[in-house]
């Protein structure tokens, strides 16, 4: 009953009734991905990915065929400390030239309860694809105060290991788990 439940709060992103699927734009300024990792045992320290750009598909009538594909640059991280990301950029980690990009384009979705899922998909970063699964939930929906249109916010998380993507320097005294909180809100697209 949970999976009709979410099924129907999927549905209210898809009018009209007869619609298979409708498309939805990130918000750029309202998305993040956030990132954490242990330093040394010492402490947790943070970074965060902002100005990507994707699209979500919602099914009404089968949510589990819905989709996410997302991108954003490498060079869109920041972590507070510019020492860290000139780091981050050298070789000993992404060696990031200025078209590299990380992209998630989701292969399932597995409905688990009345607002949350398990999207499963292919996460490209450093030039390995690796499959992940984002524990997700789906925040709210309706129209948008400021927009005046249909608008939809999720949240999701996740823990990679980075070495599994050729960024594993230094582990496991810097923590290979990394911690992924992620933020989007999406806008109807117009048609």
């Known amino acids: 009953m949970r999976s009709v439940a979410f ?5 209210l992103l898809s009018a009209p009734a007869f619609a298979a699927a409708e498309k939805y734009m990130l918000d ?3 998305s993040q991905v956030v990132f954490s990792y ?3 045992g ?3 320290t943070y970074g965060m990915f902002s100005g990507f750009e994707g699209e979500v598909m919602f099914d009404q009538e089968n949510p589990e065929n819905s989709s996410v594909n997302v991108s954003m640059p490498v060079k869109s991280m920041f972590t507070g400390w510019e020492k860290r990301e000139e780091h981050f950029f050298s070789a000993d980690f992404f060696g990031a030239g200025d078209d590299d990009m990380i992209t998630f384009t ?5 409905v ?3 607002d949350t899922a398990m999207i499963t998909g292919d996460l490209t970063m450093n030039d390995v694809t690796q499959s992940v699964v984002l524990d997700a939930k789906l925040n709210a929906t309706g129209n948008h105060p400021m927009a005046n249109k249909q608008w939809a916010g999720f949240d999701a998380t996740t823990t990679l290991k980075r070495s599994d993507f050729g960024v ?5 005294a810097v923590s290979d788990e990394v911690e ?3 933020s989007i809100e999406a806008a109807k697209a117009d048609e």
Do not use: M, Q, R
């Open 112 to 114: 688990t309860g009345d």
């Open 7 to 11: 099924a129907a709060a999927l549905a």
């Open 28 to 30: 750029s300024s309202h």
């Open 38 to 40: 242990n330093h040394l």
């Open 168 to 172: 594993g320097a230094f582990a496991p």
């Open 180 to 182: 992924v909180v992620i």
């Open 106 to 110: 989701s292969t399932s979705i597995e």
């Open 42 to 44: 010492f402490s947790t």
